[in-house]
């Protein structure tokens, strides 16, 4: 048991359902339909995300081992060489996983394999690092929608856009986790886009769902925000956290005109994120 949690805490694996979350959006902008091919997408992306956070830790290890030494590897749970070896596996998996499903995912899911690597690789050392990362979740929007039946369309570009500013916020504030009573910048307005978005494509019948679901996330919003405007503390990580699960939001934000049993699903993965979070760390 505790070699298992050792390897949920690595891989984040309450981060999970945010991933199935943007694929199931991704298969849907993309018109959905070849179902045999979903559940390739939703492996691949799991695997692919599963191996970046090992090797997220296998390139941190020196930083870890100065500033959070209760990591895996800085506490010996776990060596070097394994997290290593682990991480490369779950890559080939998620790969080959991708390549199962068609030409384009498989050559997408590569474009986002070098991106999670080079977000590994570099996120310590360069200030713009949170691009590479929000790139990712733009990319897993466009490997589900090809696999899709009208592939990847405008509007997957678009929404995969406003998610990926989302991310951008949430990553450029996450880079402030380990530094108590940090100074809250403006990447808090990146965090708004997906409301933004919606409030611009959406009218007619379209924009009363559009408008509720729009507040929903924006209520998400000041409940992850507020304690670092309100307190002179200002722990990030419990608001890196909520609002890595309303990735699943932004989602849901995203599909408010699909079909209600469909669209309910990112309430439940939103919520199953939280519930895991209780259990492995997000971040």
């Known amino acids: 048991m505790p070699r298992l949690r050792t390897l949920l805490i690595l891989g984040r694996v309450s981060n999970l359902p945010t991933v199935w979350s943007n694929c199931l959006a991704g298969w849907w902008f993309g018109g959905g339909g070849n179902p045999e091919k979903l559940p390739f997408i939703l492996f691949g992306a799991s695997f692919l995300y599963i191996g970046g956070m090992f090797l997220n830790d296998?390139?941190?290890?020196?930083?870890?081992?100065?500033?959070?030494?209760?990591?895996?590897?800085?506490?010996?749970?776990?060596?070097?060489?394994?997290?290593?070896?682990?991480?490369?596996?779950?890559?080939?998996?998620?790969m080959t996983s991708l390549i199962a499903a068609g030409i384009w995912p498989g050559i997408l899911g590569a474009i986002l394999l070098v991106c999670i690597v080079m977000y590994d690789a570099i996120h310590k050392h360069f200030a713009v690092s949170p691009t590479i990362m929000a790139?990712?979740?733009f990319l897993v929007y466009l490997v589900a929608a090809s696999a899709g039946v009208w592939g990847v369309t405008g509007t997957t570009i678009w929404c995969a856009l406003a998610l990926a500013f989302y991310v951008l916020g949430l990553s450029y504030l996450a880079r402030k986790e380990t530094l108590r009573g940090a100074k809250i910048s403006w990447s808090w307005i990146f965090l708004c886009?997906?409301?933004?978005?919606?409030?611009?494509?959406?009218?007619?019948?379209?924009?009363?769902?559009?408008?509720?679901?729009?507040?929903?996330?924006?209520?998400w919003l000041v409940r992850s925000l507020a304690p670092l405007f309100l307190s002179l503390e200002r722990r990030i990580g419990p608001a890196v956290s909520n609002l890595l699960a309303g990735i699943a939001l932004v989602d849901f934000l995203a599909c408010s005109d699909a079909d209600r049993q469909f669209a309910l699903i990112f309430l439940l993965l939103f919520g199953t994120t939280l519930l895991l979070q209780r259990f492995v760390p997000s971040t």
């Open 135 to 137: 790139a990712c979740r």
């Open 58 to 94: 296998a390139f941190d290890v020196g930083f870890d081992s100065l500033n959070r030494r209760e990591r895996p590897i800085p506490s010996g749970a776990i060596s070097l060489g394994k997290v290593w070896r682990w991480g490369l596996a779950w890559l080939a998996l998620g």
């Open 193 to 219: 886009a997906p409301i933004a978005l919606a409030l611009l494509l959406n009218s007619g019948a379209f924009r009363k769902p559009a408008l509720l679901l729009s507040l929903i996330l924006a209520l």
